[in-house]
């Protein structure tokens, strides 16, 4: 759902090249066309309170002169009512659409707070480690069997060629080579990029393999990218740095965040400037984050509980 909320805006302003991606994801799933149909509904109930209430307070421009009762404002408040119902249910779709998890489900559910690592080693004498606020399933002790829920880990997986790792990322899944890979998972972006062997990636009836060195992003709208990235930068927040080559800010804050303990974001007009460079996050976030904001030329200041870089 929240990639049909995504087309929904796209459209807005949409080309021809727009359309005709719409036209394929639609076809990949008719799950993607109940979703946009639902989401499209939503969209002119919107647009309708919208154009009603700038009607509304047109009215109330031109009835406030005559001594107009504070009862006038009720038609007005009950759209925007309304409104934020309607802007609810967006999010409530949007929640309930996401890929099923296989809960209530065998096996164990382990998860980190932000900031936290955690190794977990399996029946099979492969391992798992997690970064901060992250969850992964465990089908059985063997391990053979799991699922990256959110947030991000390594995998360190001993090969058994009668019985491959399978790690589920929603509908599509990897399989290993005998290898070492790391994976993120979040709203913003699905990463694998591989340290070591091989893993193969399968969507649909499709399946891509990718050797040490390589890495796949897939955006929300899932478009894939094919990349390359040195061995040893991968997964090196294990050892306290986050190494980026021409990645959008928004998901370096993202990385922050996991590894620092507190929520960084940043101002849109900076979201998709691309970063290249090595962040140490040993330090504390007072004095990581604001280096950080300097080398965008940007500033970063405390908001809430976190930071904002502007």
């Known amino acids: 759902m929240t990639v049909a909320i995504e087309w929904c805006l796209r459209l807005r302003r949409g080309g021809a090249g727009d359309w005709a991606q719409f036209t394929q994801w639609l076809e990949q799933d008719p799950a993607h066309a109940e979703a946009?149909?639902?989401v499209a509904l939503l969209d002119g109930d919107l647009d309708a309170l919208a154009a009603a209430d700038r009607a509304d307070r047109a009215a109330m421009g031109?009835?406030?002169?005559?001594?107009?009762?504070?009862?006038?404002?009720?038609?007005?408040?009950?759209?925007?009512?309304?409104?934020?119902?309607?802007?609810?249910a967006f999010a409530l779709l949007a929640f309930l659409w996401q890929p099923a998890s296989r809960s209530p489900r065998a096996g164990t559910e382990i998860a980190t707070a932000?900031?936290?690592?955690?190794?977990?080693a399996l029946g099979d004498g492969s391992s798992v480690v997690l970064n901060g606020d992250s969850r992964v399933w465990i089908a059985s002790a063997e391990g053979r069997e799991a699922e990256l829920l959110r947030g991000e880990?390594?995998?360190n997986i001993?090969?058994?060629?009668?019985?491959?790792?399978?790690l589920h990322l929603g509908e599509d899944r990897i399989e290993d080579v005998g290898t070492v890979f790391n994976v993120v998972r979040d709203q913003q972006v699905l990463r694998v990029e591989v340290a070591d062997g091989a893993v193969r990636y399968l969507r649909g009836g499709?399946?891509?393999?990718?050797?040490?060195g390589q890495t796949l992003k897939i955006s929300p709208l899932g478009d894939a990218i094919v990349g390359r990235k040195s061995p040893r930068a991968i997964a090196s927040w294990q050892s306290?740095?986050?190494?980026?080559?021409?990645?959008?800010?928004?998901?370096?804050a993202a990385d922050l965040s996991r590894n620092l303990g507190v929520s960084v974001s940043v101002a849109p007009r900076l979201a998709y400037q691309p970063f290249t460079g090595s962040i140490h996050v040993r330090s504390r976030a007072q004095q990581v984050v604001p280096e950080f904001a300097s080398t965008l030329s940007a500033h970063a200041r405390k908001s809430g509980d976190g930071w904002l870089i502007e």
């Open 158 to 166: 001993r090969h058994d060629p009668k019985r491959p790792f399978a």
């Open 240 to 252: 306290g740095q986050l190494v980026f080559e021409a990645v959008p800010v928004a998901e370096v």
């Open 114 to 120: 932000s900031g936290e690592h955690r190794t977990v």
């Open 62 to 88: 031109a009835d406030w002169a005559d001594g107009a009762s504070s009862s006038f404002v009720r038609g007005p408040l009950r759209r925007l009512g309304a409104i934020f119902a309607i802007v609810a």
């Open 153 to 155: 880990a390594v995998f």
């Open 206 to 212: 499709n399946g891509l393999q990718l050797n040490a």
């Open 36 to 38: 946009y149909d639902q």
